[in-house]
């Protein structure tokens, strides 16, 4: 969990300081959100279209509902608050795709929606120069229904 142990290493609270002579990636996020009562279900897969490779970076995923007292997270994810929990992608090769990422998130209460916001917490000190294909916000209803990002 290299890219969990190095949040503190970087500038607070902001993974995009990029370093002047440090990598370039354009890391992206795809994936698929679903509510259903007091459950919600991320799947996402994190990408890297380059021109470098990252050997780790790590994603955030804020919730405005606050979570359960106790989950059951991924391998490689934590909780960062009470609506917040971060996971490392793993490798993100040059024009190719990081581990996936499923989390079962339990919420405090049952939410009529919820909005999910991923972006990147860390990346290594890369520089993106598109940060649009890596800050999403995503609102699901409370109907089971998934919606995709």
């Excluded at 970087?10 to 440090?22: E, H, I, K, R, Y």
């Excluded at 919730?63 to 059951?72: E, F, H, P, Y």
């Amino acid at each position: 969990m290299a890219g969990l142990l190095a949040l503190g290493a970087g500038v607070p609270g902001s993974a995009q300081a990029s370093v002047a002579d440090g990598p370039e990636a354009d890391v992206a996020y795809h994936g698929r959100v679903a509510l259903s009562g007091a459950r919600l279900r991320i799947w996402l897969v994190p990408e890297n279209d380059g021109p470098a490779a990252l050997p780790d970076a790590t994603l955030r995923v804020r919730l405005s509902a606050d979570l359960a007292d106790r989950q059951r997270l991924a391998e490689g994810c934590a909780r960062a608050g009470s609506r917040e929990v971060v996971c490392e992608t793993g490798p993100l090769p040059l024009h190719g795709w990081g581990r996936h990422v499923a989390l079962l998130l339990e919420l405090r209460e049952p939410a009529p929606e919820v909005a999910v916001r991923v972006d990147t917490w860390w990346n290594g000190g890369a520089t993106d120069r598109n940060r649009a294909n890596n800050e999403h916000v995503v609102l699901a209803l409370d109907t089971g229904d998934t919606y995709a990002f």
